[in-house]
């Protein structure tokens, strides 16, 4: 398993933009998929992004794919999701999760390492 780290995600009014990181610390991750995603209060987990780490290809859920960005730095390998025009049903804790998938990388049990999550609030 890798060692997940996040940042970002806190209080946010309807409309406004939160930020998302996620790195392994100590080592630049270059294959398998970085996903995103978020669980709200007696919900499923569900998928909101992910990103190839070797193509950069990403994928977004098709409900979020106006609003919702997923991106890796070059450099360093950290991974974001942007996340604009919020609004209160955005409101969940927010997990990125690291795998080796060799499917589409959109379901939970396709990632093998999960980030500590991060709650993104947002009011109305």
């Known amino acids: 398993q890798v060692q997940l780290t996040q940042s970002g995600g806190g209080l946010v009014q309807t409309g406004g933009s939160l930020r998302l990181s996620c790195y392994s610390p100590?080592?630049?991750?270059?294959?398998?998929?970085m996903g995103w995603f978020r669980q709200a209060p007696g919900k499923d987990r569900e998928f909101v992004a992910r990103?190839?780490?070797?193509?950069?290809?990403?994928r977004v859920a098709d409900s979020l794919r106006d609003r919702f960005t997923i991106s890796r730095d070059n450099a360093n390998g950290t991974v974001y999701l942007e996340m604009n025009l919020l609004k209160p049903e955005d409101t969940a804790v927010y997990y990125c999760a690291y795998g080796t998938p060799v499917g589409p990388a959109t379901a939970t049990n396709e990632f093998d390492s999960w980030g500590q999550g991060t709650q993104v609030t947002v009011s109305s």
């Open positions: 990103i190839r780490m070797s193509t950069y290809f990403t």
């Open positions: 100590g080592r630049t991750l270059s294959s398998g998929s």
